[in-house]
């Protein structure tokens, strides 16, 4: 026993000497903080970008969960952590809407904005066998009959919630028109359509993709400029109803707060060159995931314009404190 | 013929047949850890099979997971600490057959009724998997709503014995489920503004509080006394399963078909089959006072239960991508990145891929018998190392387990305060299995009831609108309502 | 530890109420039916129904029962070290697990609870060294679970 005890002792000191010598970052683990949960598609998606990134830094880069409390726990994770670069992590919509809630006090600006890495635009959708043939006849329902159809995404005030009351505030439908569902996440959601249990799901495209193969459901427009990769068929908003209302959930790389520049540089340069890699393509088109890219000075402007919206949806639907 | 051919050649491939392997290990070691469960065995998976071809990638999930709620059996059944919550159910019992001497004869049924069990989950899965799918789809709020009911009802059935201090520590469970930001309303509640406990407070660190935990401060308040076990050598184990195969025939495949079926719901997976089948085997049980004494039937039919649902758990995933629990969401994922898109056209497009996946969970379910009973083997040497040193250990794997759910201290402090009140509760005759029941129920139970009442426009009746509801309100109105009424009639007649 | 019915019952009626009045203060969501207050308040007003009748069953049993009877771990010194060591170990990793790191914290946690448990301090501490690295190793090099380093920070190995 006492012959282990020395073998540990000896290898500690050694690490310990070892680990002072080196200097340029990365020099140990980088943590890459997920707030929501393992296999879902941001987890995934910065499962592919932390393991591109470990072969391109030469260190570990380890994801972490930190789900809970509609992603706060998460971000609160990622701008709390010490700005040395080894604690970095995936930031998403939920940021520029949490702290319109009063849920807490972080926004786009509590970050080092690294980069944007993907964003997929809300659809939607409706039952295969629905009567409605595009989104003018919903709202025409809708506005006829309030109250009657309901519809489902997310939770209560979640991103594909602001989504339909966006669409609702720029088409001049109150709010009551069509109630929302709140649901745990797009596949419960899209299960509820096939049942009949709500009448429209406005998740994005690649999260309805599924029963929408299979026959079960049929996508009417996708909230974007322009039309879908995944269903170059589908119109968008402004083709099918008019509308400029556009909005998307999107994924982004950030650190904490006044992270080094030095260090930033080369987690920017990193990223950019996974992202324009030829794999990070072929897995975004597998799962049909939307390729954007903004990094730096202009993520900050992408998020800046999307709280803005945000806030003024959240207004108008009574969740801003 | 030709693509079964093709499949056959997909998986006893050496790669696929080596993964395999490995992940049964991995599957089997996972489970038996407090903390880690099929789940998150899983989702480690997911980064290896990045750089697996599609069939291996699924031979390494469907082996891991089959495995992992077997092997979460083992320390339940040895030291009272489920591995997994799909355990839970019949731990108590499991213990108490250990105690009897009768470790390896309740393990052993925990193992091979499992594989029955995955194996009948697998040929609906073959058979009627479309059928079924469709089946699960026209689920919607207001069936899932009588479904959780169900489940609760079955926590009262388990603990009859003093059917109040049951209902007190359901509804603290309950009660526990309230915290945090994940209600229908998005609203925060009882989080003291705390950002921790706005995520709410974890199903798993309260398990392993109650459970693991609290036997751990048993311990130390009993040192001294000494764990007794009268070794019975107990002979051929598998001549003790014939028997046990023959007396309970009905219960294996009852517990195989609801698992099943439950499984196949997407969102209600093995955990509560579970509790589900072993609530029904001791209410049609012709002995059920042998209930809870370490009796070997419920472990039969619940054990059976689990791994079907596991392997029912796919076919909705398969078929529509809707998964039928926190596994298959994950495998979902994974499918897409394989090109293996979930659909129909899965099944009419490239019929050796999911004619190697049936093959797959055949094999799977096999290769556990032997594995199993060698890890059956080597746990048992665990009851041999002092307790002095077991206990300790046992509670940094408690603590490390709780801390990689989340990657958080703060579930660590959830498992403490879970496993102090446990212990109080149960020297004062309260059981705890009920209130791990109650957190995994209460947020679907408010969820499914405030969602319904929002598509109805708050009209209570729309809770037996549709025929498959109002058969599930049936059903368990008639679980609350008949026992009493016929003890009345019965005393009735004979006054 | 056993405690009378009647002294958990008037716990959880204290639980229960306090619950039922908190919850009145919970807002109303617009849509919505029913407000985030009613699941608490009614789980909460079924806690203290039972509570009340607990309290009643206590009462009734006094007799048999008394208001509080300490475990009879409570009176072996050994017995309070035991249960105190095992809250304190846990503790204790809550509190300075992030800070001074896992590999310092672990062997310690483990040696202290052999040595209340009665092993012998030299095989303790053994025993408790190589524990703690075959857990980090499983965890942290083959599961990746990112066990804080705390002042081993900048000797990550």
């Given at each position: 026993?006492?012959?282990?005890?020395?073998?540990?002792?000896?290898?500690?000191?050694?690490?310990?000497?070892?680990?002072?010598?080196?200097?340029?970052y990365p020099?140990?683990p980088i943590t890459f903080v997920v707030p929501w949960g393992a296999g879902g598609g941001t987890d995934t998606t910065a499962r592919y970008f932390a393991a591109a990134m470990e072969k391109e830094l030469g260190q570990p880069v380890n994801v972490v969960n930190?789900?809970?409390?509609?992603?706060?726990?998460g971000?609160?994770?990622i701008?709390?952590?010490?700005?040395?670069g080894?604690t970095i992590g995936m930031i998403t919509v939920?940021i520029?809407?949490?702290?319109?809630?009063?849920?807490?006090?972080?926004?786009?600006?509590?970050y080092t904005p690294l980069a944007l890495v993907n964003a997929d635009p809300?659809g939607?959708?409706?039952?295969?066998?629905?009567?409605?043939?595009?989104?003018?006849?919903?709202?025409?329902?809708?506005?006829?009959?309030?109250?009657?159809?309901?519809?489902?995404?997310?939770?209560?005030?979640?991103i594909?919630?602001?989504?339909?009351?966006?669409?609702?505030?720029?088409?001049?439908?109150?709010?009551?028109?069509?109630?929302?569902?709140?649901?745990?996440?797009a596949?419960?959601?899209?299960?509820?359509?096939?049942?009949?249990?709500?009448?429209?799901?406005?998740c994005s495209l690649p999260e309805a993709r599924a029963?929408?193969?299979?026959?079960?459901?049929?996508?009417?427009?996708v909230?974007d400029t322009k039309p879908s990769a995944l269903f170059p068929?589908?119109?968008?908003?402004?083709?099918?109803?008019?509308?400029?209302?556009?909005?998307s959930a999107w994924r982004g790389i950030a650190g904490?707060?006044?992270l080094?520049?030095?260090v930033e540089q080369k987690l920017v340069a990193t990223i950019k060159k996974v992202w324009d890699s030829k794999e990070f393509k072929d897995f975004a088109t597998s799962k049909g995931y939307g390729m954007d890219w903004a990094a730096q000075a202009d993520f900050v402007?992408y998020m800046?314009?999307g709280?803005?919206?945000?806030?003024?949806?959240?207004?108008?639907?009574?969740?801003?404190? | 013929?030709?693509?079964?051919?093709?499949?056959?050649?997909?998986?006893?491939?050496?790669?696929?047949?080596?993964?395999?392997?490995?992940?049964?290990?991995?599957?089997?070691?996972?489970?038996?850890?407090?903390?880690?469960?099929?789940?998150?065995?899983?989702a480690l998976l997911v980064p290896v099979t990045f750089f697996m071809p599609p069939?291996t990638a699924v031979?390494?999930?469907?082996?891991?997971?089959?495995?992992?709620?077997?092997?979460?059996?083992?320390?339940?059944?040895?030291?009272?600490?489920?591995?997994?919550?799909?355990?839970?159910?019949?731990?108590?019992?499991?213990?108490?057959?250990?105690?009897?001497?009768?470790?390896?004869?309740?393990?052993?049924?925990?193992?091979?009724?499992?594989?029955?069990?995955?194996?009948?989950?697998?040929?609906?899965?073959?058979?009627?998997?479309?059928?079924?799918?469709?089946?699960?789809?026209?689920?919607?709020?207001?069936?899932?709503?009588?479904?959780?009911?169900?489940?609760?009802?079955?926590?009262?059935?388990?603990?009859?014995?003093?059917?109040?201090?049951?209902?007190?520590?359901?509804?603290?469970?309950?009660?526990?489920?309230?915290?945090?930001?994940?209600?229908?309303?998005?609203?925060?509640?009882?989080?003291?503004?705390?950002?921790?406990?706005?995520?709410?407070?974890?199903?798993?660190?309260?398990?392993?509080?109650?459970?693991?935990?609290?036997?751990?401060?048993?311990?130390?308040?009993?040192?001294?006394?000494?764990?007794?076990?009268?070794?019975?050598?107990?002979?051929?184990?598998?001549?003790?399963?014939?028997?046990?195969?023959?007396?309970?025939?009905?219960?294996?495949?009852?517990?195989?078909?609801?698992?099943?079926?439950?499984?196949?719901?997407?969102?209600?997976?093995?955990?509560?089959?579970?509790?589900?089948?072993?609530?029904?085997?001791?209410?049609?049980?012709?002995?059920?006072?042998?209930?809870?004494?370490?009796?070997?039937?419920?472990?039969?039919?619940?054990?059976?239960?689990?791994?079907?649902?596991?392997?029912?758990?796919?076919?909705?995933?398969?078929?529509?991508g809707?998964?039928?629990?926190?596994?298959?969401a994950i495998v979902i994922g994974v499918l897409y990145m394989k090109n293996m898109n979930p659909?129909?056209?899965?099944?009419?497009?490239?019929?050796?891929?999911?004619?190697?996946?049936?093959?797959?969970?055949?094999?799977?379910?096999?290769?556990?018998?032997?594995?199993?009973?060698?890890?059956?083997?080597?746990?048992?040497?665990?009851?041999?190392?002092?307790?002095?040193?077991?206990?300790?250990?046992?509670?940094?794997?408690?603590?490390?387990?709780?801390?990689?759910?989340?990657?958080?201290?703060?579930?660590?402090?959830?498992?403490?305060?879970?496993?102090?009140?446990?212990?109080?509760?149960?020297?004062?005759?309260?059981?705890?299995?009920?209130?791990?029941?109650?957190?995994?129920?209460?947020?679907?139970?408010?969820?499914?009831?405030?969602?319904?009442?929002?598509?109805?426009?708050?009209?209570?009746?729309?809770?037996?609108?549709?025929?498959?509801?109002?058969?599930?309100?049936?059903?368990?109105?008639?679980?609350?309502?008949?026992?009493?009424?016929?003890?009345?009639?019965?005393?009735?007649?004979?006054? | 530890?056993?405690?009378?019915?009647?002294?958990?019952?008037?716990?959880?009626?204290?639980?229960?109420?306090?619950?039922?009045?908190?919850?009145?203060?919970?807002?109303?969501?617009?849509?919505?039916?029913?407000?985030?207050?009613?699941?608490?308040?009614?789980?909460?007003?079924?806690?203290?129904?039972?509570?009340?009748?607990?309290?009643?069953?206590?009462?009734?049993?006094?007799?048999?029962?008394?208001?509080?009877?300490?475990?009879?771990?409570?009176?072996?010194?050994?017995?309070?070290?035991?249960?105190?060591?095992?809250?304190?170990?846990?503790?204790?990793?809550?509190?300075?697990?992030?800070?001074?790191?896992?590999?310092?914290?672990?062997?310690?946690?483990?040696?202290?609870?052999?040595?209340?448990?009665?092993?012998?301090?030299?095989?303790?501490?053994?025993?408790?060294?190589?524990?703690?690295?075959?857990?980090?190793?499983?965890?942290?090099?083959?599961?990746r679970?990112?066990?804080?380093?705390?002042?081993?920070?900048?000797?990550?190995?």
């Amino acid at each position: 026993m006492k012959s282990t005890l020395r073998a540990v002792a000896s290898a500690l000191a050694l690490a310990l000497v070892c680990g002072a010598a080196s200097a340029a970052y990365p020099e140990r683990p980088i943590t890459f903080v997920v707030p929501w949960g393992a296999g879902g598609g941001t987890d995934t998606t910065a499962r592919y970008f932390a393991a591109a990134m470990e072969k391109e830094l030469g260190q570990p880069v380890n994801v972490v969960n930190r789900t809970g409390g509609s992603g706060v726990v998460g971000h609160s994770a990622i701008a709390q952590a010490p700005a040395d670069g080894y604690t970095i992590g995936m930031i998403t919509v939920e940021i520029t809407m949490m702290h319109w809630q009063g849920l807490t006090e972080l926004n786009p600006t509590s970050y080092t904005p690294l980069a944007l890495v993907n964003a997929d635009p809300a659809g939607f959708t409706v039952k295969a066998d629905s009567p409605y043939k595009s989104v003018k006849e919903v709202l025409d329902h809708a506005r006829a009959n309030p109250g009657k159809l309901k519809a489902s995404g997310t939770g209560q005030g979640g991103i594909w919630h602001l989504a339909l009351a966006g669409l609702m505030n720029d088409t001049k439908l109150p709010q009551t028109a069509i109630p929302w569902v709140p649901s745990n996440g797009a596949a419960p959601a899209m299960q509820d359509l096939a049942a009949g249990g709500v009448d429209i799901v406005t998740c994005s495209l690649p999260e309805a993709r599924a029963l929408i193969d299979a026959g079960k459901a049929k996508p009417l427009a996708v909230m974007d400029t322009k039309p879908s990769a995944l269903f170059p068929n589908v119109p968008t908003m402004k083709q099918a109803a008019g509308s400029d209302w556009t909005v998307s959930a999107w994924r982004g790389i950030a650190g904490p707060k006044g992270l080094p520049r030095d260090v930033e540089q080369k987690l920017v340069a990193t990223i950019k060159k996974v992202w324009d890699s030829k794999e990070f393509k072929d897995f975004a088109t597998s799962k049909g995931y939307g390729m954007d890219w903004a990094a730096q000075a202009d993520f900050v402007a992408y998020m800046a314009k999307g709280d803005r919206s945000m806030g003024e949806v959240m207004k108008a639907l009574g969740l801003a404190k | 013929m030709e693509p079964l051919l093709a499949a056959f050649a997909l998986v006893f491939e050496p790669k696929t047949l080596w993964v395999m392997l490995g992940a049964s290990l991995f599957g089997l070691f996972v489970g038996a850890v407090p903390g880690l469960t099929a789940t998150m065995a899983t989702a480690l998976l997911v980064p290896v099979t990045f750089f697996m071809p599609p069939i291996t990638a699924v031979a390494a999930i469907v082996t891991a997971t089959a495995m992992a709620i077997f092997s979460g059996d083992v320390p339940g059944c040895l030291l009272r600490m489920p591995g997994t919550p799909a355990s839970a159910a019949y731990t108590d019992e499991a213990y108490a057959m250990a105690r009897k001497g009768q470790a390896e004869l309740a393990l052993g049924a925990g193992l091979v009724f499992s594989a029955i069990g995955g194996l009948f989950g697998t040929a609906v899965l073959i058979v009627s998997a479309p059928a079924l799918a469709d089946f699960a789809l026209r689920f919607s709020s207001f069936e899932y709503f009588w479904l959780v009911l169900l489940g609760l009802t079955c926590a009262i059935v388990i603990t009859s014995e003093r059917p109040l201090k049951g209902i007190v520590a359901l509804l603290l469970g309950l009660l526990v489920a309230c915290v945090g930001l994940g209600n229908p309303a998005g609203h925060p509640r009882f989080t003291f503004g705390s950002t921790e406990l706005m995520g709410g407070i974890g199903m798993i660190p309260m398990m392993i509080g109650m459970f693991a935990v609290s036997e751990i401060l048993r311990y130390a308040a009993d040192s001294g006394k000494r764990f007794d076990v009268d070794e019975q050598p107990i002979g051929n184990v598998f001549r003790g399963m014939w028997a046990l195969a023959v007396k309970y025939p009905k219960q294996i495949l009852r517990g195989s078909a609801l698992g099943t079926l439950v499984g196949a719901l997407p969102g209600a997976g093995a955990d509560i089959a579970a509790w589900m089948s072993y609530a029904i085997s001791k209410k049609t049980s012709t002995e059920p006072e042998k209930f809870g004494t370490g009796h070997v039937e419920g472990i039969v039919e619940s054990g059976a239960a689990n791994n079907s649902a596991l392997a029912g758990a796919w076919i909705p995933a398969l078929v529509f991508g809707i998964p039928g629990d926190s596994i298959t969401a994950i495998v979902i994922g994974v499918l897409y990145m394989k090109n293996m898109n979930p659909g129909p056209t899965l099944f009419t497009q490239n019929p050796q891929n999911i004619y190697a996946v049936y093959l797959l969970f055949i094999l799977a379910n096999l290769i556990m018998i032997p594995l199993g009973f060698l890890c059956i083997r080597v746990a048992k040497k665990i009851l041999k190392v002092p307790r002095e040193i077991l206990m300790p250990v046992i509670l940094l794997f408690c603590i490390v387990g709780t801390f990689a759910i989340n990657n958080t201290v703060f579930d660590v402090g959830v498992m403490l305060v879970a496993g102090v009140i446990a212990w109080i509760l149960e020297e004062n005759g309260f059981p705890v299995a009920p209130a791990i029941l109650g957190v995994v129920l209460g947020t679907m139970l408010e969820e499914n009831f405030i969602t319904s009442m929002i598509k109805s426009d708050g009209s209570l009746a729309a809770f037996f609108s549709r025929p498959v509801a109002a058969t599930l309100g049936a059903l368990t109105l008639a679980a609350w309502f008949l026992p009493p009424a016929i003890r009345r009639l019965k005393r009735a007649a004979g006054a | 530890m056993k405690l009378n019915d009647a002294v958990i019952g008037a716990i959880l009626v204290v639980l229960g109420l306090a619950v039922v009045v908190h919850v009145q203060g919970f807002p109303r969501i617009p849509g919505q039916t029913v407000g985030p207050g009613l699941f608490p308040g009614l789980i909460a007003a079924g806690l203290a129904v039972c509570g009340a009748l607990l309290i009643a069953s206590g009462i009734r049993h006094r007799a048999a029962q008394p208001w509080f009877v300490a475990g009879a771990w409570s009176r072996t010194v050994r017995g309070v070290a035991s249960v105190a060591a095992v809250i304190v170990a846990i503790a204790a990793y809550v509190l300075l697990g992030d800070a001074l790191g896992f590999v310092v914290v672990a062997p310690a946690i483990l040696v202290g609870l052999f040595v209340v448990f009665g092993v012998r301090p030299l095989h303790a501490a053994g025993l408790a060294v190589v524990a703690s690295l075959v857990i980090w190793y499983v965890f942290y090099k083959l599961l990746r679970v990112p066990l804080p380093w705390g002042v081993l920070k900048n000797h990550a190995f």
